[in-house]
């Protein structure tokens, strides 16, 4: 390992973030490739679309010059052909001295192939530099591998005494708009935002990303929507280009279905659960069916607490405000306040920021790595 290696591992590593909510089904990767002199020759990320690939895109800025150099990559190139040919032959044919890879591919069709194929070109190769950094990028990605699902971020706000406003038709703030707008980078972030359709009633919510300049990046919009009672008048209609998906029981008739469809709609049926409502764990496979790799929800308590109780939280983001909500106020997992996931030993504190006076928490599952997706 050199000294310089950590460094260019976080340039990629930051590249691979500009893709988060963006490659879906592919995972957010980044590649960085250095001369032998030091000098960064070439950059890239996964397109949108997850077409090309990072390290396609950087050894063609690199050209001939990539012979002889280092390509920091932040997951194993991938060794299956798709659209174009397989990373690994491409970096095999460009002809670095070194390839320096944070995280080793769970995907069957990679992982390890990638490796063996640039050490058989008689490419040097490093792996686990940065490795949980890395999987905090492409926890999505694996998860929907190893275990058929993407990965999952609640999101919540609440006021200074922990509970949340009741809504009643239109959305109700209560943090303020710095707070908001980081918000909304959780959006843009995310390839789909979930809620249910409680919150759809109460407050009419668009669900897109309302940052300036990227409005592009909005997610799928999921409803989870029992018997499709989302009226076809909802705010989610009215941006066409933003698709919404509305998950619903199939073991019911549903009168509204072809008008929702009419507005834009696509309908999922999934089985129900115990009690009668659209199973959330069948929800998120089917999500992953369809390459989606990052879930970020907003609904409302009943849907925070489904999704807590059926241990499926990955990450929480925790807005708090400065003011106390009115006592009409919820508490945020229906009946529970923030404490049932806060003091329950199974989340880490990771961070906490301050926008203004309002302040923001995010927790993180305590978990570890399988074997088979540690570096090695």
């Known amino acids: 390992m050199r000294a310089s290696d950590e460094q260019h591992m976080a340039q990629a590593l930051a590249l691979a973030r500009r893709g988060l909510g963006l490659t879906w089904p592919n995972p957010a990767v980044g590649a960085?490739?250095?001369?032998?002199?030091?000098?960064?020759?070439?950059?890239?990320?996964?397109?949108?679309?997850?077409?090309?690939h990072a390290e396609a895109i950087a050894l063609e800025e690199a050209g001939e010059a990539a012979r002889g150099a280092t390509i920091y990559v932040t997951l194993e190139p991938c060794a299956h052909e798709g659209r174009g040919p397989a990373c690994a032959d491409v970096i095999a044919e460009a002809q670095p001295a070194r390839l320096v890879i944070a995280l080793r591919d769970p995907d069957p069709r990679t992982s390890g192939a990638g490796i063996s194929r640039a050490t058989a070109a008689g490419i040097e190769v490093t792996e686990g530099l940065?490795?949980?950094e890395a999987l905090d990028i492409v926890l999505g990605h694996v998860y929907r591998v190893t275990q058929g699902r993407p990965a999952v971020t609640l999101k919540t706000a609440v006021g200074a005494n922990g509970f949340v406003t009741r809504g009643d038709g239109?959305?109700?703030?209560?943090t303020g708009p710095d707070a908001r707008a980081h918000g909304h980078l959780l959006r843009a972030r995310s390839d789909a935002i979930l809620v249910g359709r409680g919150t759809v009633a109460a407050d009419d919510p668009s669900l897109t990303c309302r940052l300036p300049g990227m409005s592009c990046r909005s997610p799928v919009r999921v409803v989870l929507d029992g018997r499709l009672r989302t009226p076809p008048s909802a705010r989610l209609f009215e941006d066409e280009m933003v698709p919404v998906w509305l998950i619903c029981a199939d073991d019911e008739d549903q009168p509204n279905a072809e008008r929702l469809q009419e507005r834009g709609a696509e309908i999922i049926p999934i089985p129900v659960d115990a009690e009668g409502l659209p199973c959330v764990v069948e929800a998120l496979e089917r999500l992953a069916g369809r390459g989606i790799t990052r879930v970020l929800v907003e609904g409302g308590p009943s849907v925070a607490r489904v999704f807590l109780d059926a241990d499926l939280i990955d990450e929480a983001v925790i807005y708090q405000g400065a003011e106390a909500v009115g006592g009409d106020g919820l508490l945020p997992f229906a009946g529970e306040g923030l404490d049932r996931l806060t003091d329950s030993?199974?989340?880490?504190?990771?961070?906490?920021?301050?926008?203004?006076?309002?302040?923001?928490?995010?927790?993180?599952?305590?978990r570890r790595c399988s074997p088979a997706l540690s570096a090695t």
Request: aromatic fraction near 10%; glycine fraction near 14%; hydrophobic fraction near 35%.
């Open 32 to 52: 960085v490739v250095v001369s032998p002199e030091g000098e960064i020759i070439g950059r890239g990320w996964t397109a949108p679309g997850g077409r090309p």
């Open 130 to 132: 940065l490795a949980s």
């Open 170 to 174: 239109a959305p109700v703030w209560i």
């Open 345 to 366: 030993g199974h989340f880490t504190n990771s961070h906490t920021r301050s926008f203004g006076a309002d302040r923001m928490t995010v927790w993180r599952r305590n």
